[in-house]
């Protein structure tokens, strides 16, 4: 069995105390890979400092989090440009806009995504894409910015079927984690009329931890729980889903 975790931040202060033990229970679970979003110039460090370690289980990405959009994100910006430009990174992020926790910033959180879009474009990247209660403006710069053969996820998918047709029409994928564990997700019946060919798995750790882990840490290893409701979800073996999503997250990185 072959998992990818698309999403993880164990590059954060809440691993540094157990790390190996972290790595190996990801590794136990089947875990091969786990991709790295950057959310800022301060996390850059930690990111590249925990791949150099484990190049052969993390691959790091490089964007600006829209959280993380504040008066100095031009400076911000173009720390991350140069970092795209100069390093080895898979892809563009993580990116987006989130319009649920602040939004003094939204104007400059919309100019970073669409420079990150055209860097993206540019470097032929793929992009990762955080979307909190802002599905439609993403959608709006998108249907703007969008070029043929940009590619990537929609970090966290939590929309509606036609939501996720759009995101299908874009030729993204969605990323999957914990919430669809939620005993009140609407995710399962979403993704019922969703192919699994367009799903990809992450767990976004340490956050959003799956049933039966809700209020501890997430970590890389329960991506399997998540794979496991995708089982029940599609009527499908651990094997065939593993070996799709996994498929799916190739198709995305050009691995």
């Known amino acids: ?19 190996q033990e972290v790595m190996a229970r990801a ?15 301060s996390s850059i460090r930690e990111v ?7 190049s052969d289980l993390f691959i790091p990405m490089m964007g600006l989090h829209p959280c993380y959009v504040k008066e100095d994100y031009k400076e911000q910006l173009a720390v991350i ?11 563009v992020g993580e990116i987006g806009i989130d319009l649920h926790w602040d939004k003094t910033f939204f104007v400059q959180q919309q100019e970073a995504f669409r420079n990150q879009i055209r860097w993206a474009v540019e470097l032929k990247l793929p992009i990762i894409i955080h979307a909190r209660e802002s599905l439609q403006e ?24 036609e939501e996720a047709q759009k995101i299908i029409s874009y030729g993204f994928k969605m ?20 192919d699994l060919q367009h799903v990809v798995l992450e767990t976004d750790a340490p956050y959003l931890p799956p049933v039966p882990h809700r209020g501890q840490r997430n970590e890389s290893s329960y991506v399997k729980l998540v794979a496991l ?16 999503t996994t498929a799916n997250s190739n198709q995305v990185f050009t691995i």
């Open 48 to 54: 590249k400092a925990l791949v150099e370690k484990n």
């Open 138 to 161: 993403i959608f709006q710069i998108l249907d703007e910015e969008y070029r043929e053969g940009l590619k990537g996820i929609f970090h966290c998918f939590g929309g509606s079927v």
């Open 175 to 194: 990323g999957i984690g914990g919430t669809v564990t939620y005993k009140n997700s609407n995710l399962p019946e979403v993704l019922k009329n969703v």
């Open 81 to 91: 440009e140069k970092e795209l430009r100069e390093g080895k990174y898979v892809a």
């Open 229 to 244: 409701k995708l089982c029940d979800i599609y009527g499908k073996s651990l094997d065939e889903v593993a070996n799709t």
């Open 27 to 41: 590794k136990e679970n089947g875990v091969s890979k786990i991709y790295l979003p950057n959310v800022d110039v």
């Open 1 to 19: 069995m072959n998992l990818i975790d698309t999403h993880a931040h164990i590059y954060q202060e809440d691993f540094q105390s157990d790390i």
